[in-house]
């Protein structure tokens, strides 16, 4: 979730690494990254364009929609802001994966109608083609008809790991979209992993296998706070779904010459 964090330097990057290679450093271990800096705001589209230049062909983004949208406005009359958002992240292309709409606790069953305005405008809103993935944290919100509401537009209902709300895996349309999230400022730093999730993470990806006829891809992202280190949180997933691991560089080797 993210990639532009200071406490990873001399750790998951070379000490010396400037912040804004960080990405291109993040894209040689991991095939995809969850953007958490588009859920303060819309960027500018020249950074979008640099995003999609500094990764691999092969790289996936995953943007969250501004909390402007989400929170402030709680999906009231945000036609315009979310076209803008959308407009602006097509530049990422075919590195574009699903677009996540993370909803507050103060989202509520009572906001559901402003949901149900929204979807059936997703399309025309959009630039084509997007997806798009909903968390809820907000207990009301969980229910069958909600459910049903997202498999009818083929929206994604996340899973979510994170204080407060269920562990829940539901499959709504041809995709996956998981977030192992753990506390919010549970570590003073994210250096290396300070507490043992091994438990649920295997929980996680036996899920994800027993399941696997039943969607396409699966987008999952491990925030800093689950474990205290996020990389090694994904990595160790990666290899409980028998995926390849590949190990962060961060050191580099001086020549002899």
């Not at 699966?218 to 090694?232: H, I, L, Q």
Request: charged share 25%.
């Amino acid at each position: 979730m993210g990639w532009n964090y200071p406490d990873w330097m001399g750790v998951f990057y070379p000490a010396n690494t400037p912040l804004r290679d960080s990405l291109t450093a993040y894209s040689r271990t991991f095939s995809s990254v969850e953007i958490d800096s588009t859920f303060y705001g819309t960027p500018r589209e020249a950074q979008v364009v640099r995003w999609h230049q500094m990764t691999p062909p092969d790289f996936v983004f995953c943007p969250k929609v501004p909390r402007l949208i989400t929170h402030d406005m709680a999906l009231k009359e945000v036609d315009a802001p979310l076209a803008e958002f959308l407009r602006v992240m097509a530049n990422l292309k075919e590195k574009r994966g699903a677009i996540l709409f993370q909803f507050p606790p103060t989202f509520t069953r009572a906001d559901l109608p402003q949901l149900e305005a929204l979807l059936p405008k997703l399309e025309e809103l959009g630039m084509g083609g997007e997806r798009f993935a909903v968390e809820f944290r907000h207990r009301s919100l969980i229910g069958e008809d909600v459910s049903a509401l997202l498999s009818e537009y083929n929206i994604a209902l996340a899973s979510a790991d994170i204080v407060n709300m269920p562990r829940r895996f539901e499959v709504t349309t041809d995709f996956i979209y998981m977030r192992l999230i753990g506390k919010h400022g549970a570590y003073n730093h994210h250096k290396h992993t300070q507490t043992d999730k091994s438990e649920f993470v295997e929980r996680w990806a036996n899920v994800l296998r027993g399941q696997r006829e039943r969607f396409e891809r699966a987008y999952v992202f491990c925030n800093n706070d689950y474990e205290g280190y996020s990389p090694a949180t994904c990595n160790r997933l990666k290899a409980a779904l028998g995926l390849p691991v590949i190990e962060p560089v961060a050191e580099v080797q001086g020549s002899l010459f």
